[in-house]
């Protein structure tokens, strides 16, 4: 190896090193914001929970624009994976006592050589079993994998490698792993994915920004098949705040915060 080819691999590791460190340092800051939030919010509600295709899903400007004024609670974290939303379920779900929790997690599982759709499941079961032993009552409901937009993500840099693992392939089998998944533990499953997904099996490329992610428009057509469901959750955790009578977390009354331990 010659000694130019090896400073470069040093400098592109310090990069990478640097790169995990910052990603490590934003989901500690989204964490810390989402453990403040809480403290307001109101217990027995709809949340939503997974990754970035979770957290960039504007869900409530959506819902407001479509005549919607109830509650959903969004704490999707971007680049999450199972490990990672495993180890944060206290302030991603336990704090906000959710009637209903809709989740998509697992995508960037995917995006190493060794991910196995098998591994996948233990860990996602393993966070759902989780969920109902701390939230006794709630209704999960797993969220089907959106596809991706092949091409468009072919041209993107690491594109190519991210899909010799990640590609509609293996995400219709993990889709279908997800749902016996639903099945097994009492969940309900929900595919939503028609209206963005072109006759070849790819997430419509005027959705997308980059093969992965959505724009606002993509998640309009995920949130009107979404639609029927929302409602009848929404309606159901009206209906289990009212019972309760709990608002504020954490025995707070009355909007007052509690301490920031």
């Known amino acids: 190896m010659s000694e130019k080819m090896a400073i470069e691999q040093r400098v592109e590791r310090e990069i990478t090193a640097r790169m995990e460190e910052l990603d490590q340092k934003l989901v500690a800051e989204k964490l810390e914001r989402y453990r403040r939030l809480n403290q307001f919010a109101q217990l027995g509600k709809v949340l939503f929970v997974g990754s970035s295709l979770m957290e960039q899903f504007p869900i409530n400007e959506l819902l407001l624009d479509m005549g919607r004024t109830y509650t959903v609670y969004n704490r999707g974290i971007g680049g999450y994976t199972t490990q990672q939303l495993a180890k944060s379920l206290d302030v991603c779900v336990y704090q906000l006592r959710p009637s209903q929790v809709l989740i998509n997690i697992g995508t960037n ?15 996602y079961e393993a966070i759902l079993r989780d969920i109902q032993a701390h939230v006794p009552g709630v209704k999960l409901t797993l969220l089907a994998y959106y596809p991706l937009c092949e091409p468009k993500l072919a041209e993107e840099p690491h594109g190519r490698e991210i899909l010799k693992s990640r590609n509609n392939r293996t995400i219709a089998q993990a ?35 980059e093969g992965m992610h959505m724009y606002g428009d993509g998640y309009a057509q995920v949130l009107k098949a979404l639609l029927p469901w929302l409602d009848e959750a929404a309606a159901s955790s009206g209906s289990r705040q009212s019972a309760t009578g709990a608002r504020f977390p954490h025995g707070t009354e009355g909007g007052a915060p509690m301490p920031l331990n």
Request: aromatic fraction near 6%; include cysteine; hydrophobic fraction near 35%.
């Open 109 to 123: 599982d995917m995006n190493t050589p060794e991910y196995t759709v098998e591994g996948l499941m233990e860990r």
């Open 175 to 209: 889709n279908q792993a997800v749902q016996a998944l639903a099945k097994k533990v009492g969940a309900g499953f929900l595919n939503c994915n028609s209206a963005i997904t072109d006759e070849s099996g790819n997430m419509r490329p005027e959705y997308t920004i």
